[in-house]
């Protein structure tokens, strides 16, 4: 790439970064220390402002790169990600959103922890919600390594390597000093980039075709080098029948996982009422749904504009198809319109980065510091010698959870990190259905017994969460994405005994499974007067927080 573009792409980088570093600081100096503040920003945004957030949070780089790499890679089956990525939401939006609002205060646990045992419930659902948000932003870490390879020519690994611990280092000053006020309004401001980049883009393939999609999809067919086959499902997952359980595993992950996932659950405690949580998923399933169906458009244009050829030449996962063929429509390399539009795609990609980090960071930070922490302290206040919360203890304790939040997203920044830096080859739209498949085995079945099975027990929960975590971490580690294969981890071994490349097929079951065998098999009986309680709160929203 030429000094143009990275001069320019720095330029715009370094504008957005000195916004979002500026609204943190401001957010920063009319903050106070209570927990309520630092998770939830107050509860004062209006649906619109949390549906644009929520969409922000969501609209990942595996999104704008990974997605419309594996379209312009293996065509039709590289849809797989769009659809299944928006058809969440309808999960999400019937049976999530309203519910887990009146529930909970700040997590996951909240609500799961409102009729259980709360230590040991707490204890599994925050782990459980570390590892996922850990697997998510090593995806977005490989998108940030990918893009400044890119920018610089591809000829630095060191300068990919310091791009990840530069964005670590971002997204943790974000989370520390911002918190959720912060890292909402970056998500607002990145959502509004990237969908403006993405219309712009994509008027751009049309008007290149002359609006005619038809001829869009042949020559992108045509330069694919697979023929029309490029256009019926069976590139990817076609192959044999272990590509087709992948097809099905990974279908699965992506409808269940969304409703599992730690950073989009906690956005619904920003707004004040389960009415404004149901209008703000509204909003964001607008913008999504019009969002996917560009990243449609880009993938199979850069097929056609650049070739499949030409995408996997510059990166073999696709990674770049987006800012390539942003630089195609412009004018191509040395011109002006292709450094401008070249410049401002990356832009708006690394901003995507930032801003999904400091989300995911943050909700990661909160499991650690109000689910893992909290429960340790309360046990011992409750020890035998210890006091009740007065007002001001509370008050205390509360500061002390927020300052154990903050100390946390830097341990999981580098966390992130470190795996990021290991997993930079790998394309960030499967990463992140890793992550799915994990919230959709772990998250979800906990959740909806929780909220719609009236004998569900503690054990159950712990049982629940552990079943769907345990097989899912351990198939990942033993398919052919850790070892055994060219494309894998660690290259030069082979250890992979399981044929998936995502576990969701097995895994989601058993941690469903996992919670039904802990239930029948409890001891304790299900505690009905909770159950009511919390059946009526999550009907009706009276005694919600």
């Excluded at 001069?7 to 903050?31: D, G, K, M, P, Y």
């Excluded at 230590?119 to 490989?142: D, F, N, W």
Aim: include cysteine; proline fraction near 3%.
């Amino acid at each position: 790439m030429s000094g143009d573009h990275q001069t320019l792409a720095l330029l715009l980088f370094s504008a957005f970064i000195a916004v979002t570093l500026a609204i943190t600081t401001w957010v920063s100096r009319n903050r106070h220390g209570s927990a309520e503040e630092f998770y939830a920003g107050g509860r004062l945004f209006s649906p619109m402002e949390n549906g644009f957030a929520i969409a922000g949070d969501y609209m990942s780089a595996a999104s704008f790169l990974g997605i419309s790499g594996l379209i312009a890679l293996f065509g039709y089956d590289g849809m797989l990600y769009s659809v299944g990525f928006l058809v969440a939401w309808l999960v999400v939006l019937f049976l999530v959103a309203e519910l887990v609002r009146n529930c909970g205060r700040f997590t996951l646990a909240d609500v799961v922890a409102s009729r259980m045992s709360e230590r040991p419930v707490r204890i599994a659902a925050g782990t459980s919600s570390v590892t996922v948000s850990v697997l998510y932003l090593v995806a977005q870490m490989v998108g940030a390594g990918s893009l400044v390879a890119l920018l610089l020519g591809g000829t630095s690994e060191a300068a990919r390597s310091w791009t990840v611990i530069g964005v670590g280092a971002l997204m943790v000053i974000y989370v520390s000093f911002g918190g959720m006020r912060a890292t909402t309004w970056i998500q607002i401001v990145k959502a509004v980039l990237l969908m403006a980049g993405a219309i712009a883009m994509t008027v751009l393939v049309l008007v290149r075709f002359h609006g005619d999609f038809n001829q869009l999809l042949t020559t992108a067919a045509e330069r694919s080098g697979h023929g029309k086959d490029f256009l019926s499902p069976g590139l990817k997952y076609g192959g044999d029948w272990t590509a087709r359980f992948d097809f099905i595993s990974l279908g699965l992950a992506l409808v269940l996982g969304t409703a599992g996932l730690p950073h989009i659950l906690s956005r619904f405690y920003t707004v004040p009422t389960a009415r404004a949580a149901r209008r703000s998923v509204v909003w964001s399933i607008g913008l999504i749904g019009s969002f996917y169906l560009m990243t449609i458009v880009l993938g199979f244009g850069a097929a056609a504009v650049l070739g499949s050829d030409e995408v996997r030449a510059s990166s073999a996962a696709g990674n770049t198809a987006v800012p390539l063929l942003a630089l195609d429509l412009g004018g191509g390399a040395g011109s002006t319109g292709g450094t401008v539009l070249f410049a401002v795609v990356a832009a708006v990609a690394f901003a995507t980065i930032l801003a999904v980090v400091a989300g995911i960071t943050l909700a990661s930070s909160a499991s650690v510091a109000h689910d893992l922490y909290a429960s340790l302290k309360r046990k011992r206040r409750r020890a035998p010698g210890g006091t009740g919360d007065s007002g001001d203890e509370a008050a205390h304790a509360q500061r002390s959870e927020v300052a154990v939040a903050r100390v946390a997203s830097v341990g999981i920044g580098v966390a992130a990190i470190g795996l990021g830096l290991l997993a930079r080859d790998l394309n960030v739209a499967f990463l992140v259905g890793l992550a799915f498949a994990v919230a959709a085995s772990a998250n979800l079945p906990v959740l909806l017994y929780s909220l719609f099975w009236r004998n569900f027990t503690t054990r159950g929960a712990v049982w629940s969460v552990y079943g769907g975590l345990i097989p899912a971490v351990l198939l990942v580690l033993l398919s052919p994405v850790v070892s055994g294969s060219p494309e894998s981890l660690f290259p030069g071994v082979d250890f992979h005994v399981f044929p998936l490349q995502n576990p969701g097929l097995v895994s989601i079951p058993l941690g469903f499974l996992a919670g039904w065998i802990g239930t029948v098999t409890s001891r304790e009986g299900p505690d009905e007067a909770k159950h009511a309680e919390t059946e009526v709160r999550a009907l009706t929203g009276a005694g919600a927080v």
